[in-house]
């Protein structure tokens, strides 16, 4: 099957909404090139995913009442960066999608009384009881209200699995890995077979890509390995996304530092924050 196929099978199965897509276009091609761009860009990526500028520039305008990003003109010319909020926001993403992988040390209890919903699901707690809570123990984690105490297995090990299965829809995270493994897969085994994309499809594949898997990984609490079960398709697709991201990367990049622009020209095909992005995605399993 020839790449563009794939590419317009990836696009059919995916649900693109413009917002989502923005925030993807800056985590993955802005943040890195110094967080600027042209709005005449932007829609031209948007129009390679078959968003119209109708649907971009609405969705750019919520996305500024929203905080998200603020705008700034040069003549005729508007041009719209991170706002200072998100940043911190679209950091934490890119840890968890381009950094290297770590596991958790255990859990976390938290005595959390009054925690929002919203704290909640960012932080992505299980729910024990009234205001008590489980939680992989990492160094990222969001921050939580209240007492934390932490916790270790001490017997009957073999039925943590089970456990955690009543705190979170394990099933629900594992359906949506296997989901992005069947949709991007038929992309790699064309790659593997020396098929080439253009390089502007290869920029939209990469942008899809990214967004299929941020879209699970980013909901996904990332348990301990010894609390998942032992078919667990986070690992696999965590391969295929590093090995696919890392097979398209220079043809996307180089479609980009020669298309598209920021505040102060072209954007730089690459960067100190590309490159490291790379290699920590090197350090995963090859697809």
Request: with cysteine.
């Amino acid at each position: 099957m020839r790449v563009t196929d794939t590419l317009s099978d990836i696009q059919a199965g995916l649900a693109v909404r413009a917002p989502a897509m923005i925030v993807t276009i800056y985590g993955d091609i802005v943040v890195p090139r110094g967080g600027v761009l042209w709005m005449g860009t932007l829609v031209e990526i948007c129009a390679g995913l078959g968003i119209s500028e109708t649907l971009v520039r609405t969705a750019v305008s919520r996305l500024v009442a929203a905080g998200q990003l603020v705008g700034e003109r040069h003549g005729r010319r508007s041009y719209y960066g991170l706002a200072p909020g998100a940043r911190t926001e679209f950091a934490a993403a890119a840890r968890l999608l381009y950094g290297p992988q770590s596991s958790a040390c255990g859990f976390l209890i938290h005595h959390a009384p009054g925690v929002d919903d919203e704290t909640v699901r960012r932080a992505g707690l299980g729910r024990m009881g009234p205001d008590l809570y489980l939680r992989p123990d990492r160094p990222e984690n969001v921050p939580v209200p209240g007492l934390a105490f932490r916790a270790e297995v001490v017997k009957e090990a073999a039925l943590l699995s089970g456990y955690v299965a009543t705190l979170w829809d394990l099933q629900s995270f594992a359906d949506a890995y296997r989901a992005v493994i069947d949709l991007f897969s038929p992309l790699a085994a064309a790659l593997h077979e020396g098929e080439v994309p253009r390089p502007a499809d290869a920029v939209s594949a990469r942008l899809l890509l990214v967004q299929a898997y941020r879209a699970v990984l980013l909901r996904d609490p990332r348990l301990p390995s010894n609390a998942l079960p032992a078919d667990w398709p986070g690992i696999a697709a965590r391969r295929l996304f590093s090995g696919l991201y890392r097979k398209i990367s220079p043809l996307a990049d180089e479609y980009i530092g020669t298309h598209f622009e920021g505040r102060d020209g072209s954007l730089p095909t690459r960067t100190d924050e590309v490159i490291a992005r790379l290699q920590s995605l090197a350090r995963d399993t090859d697809i």
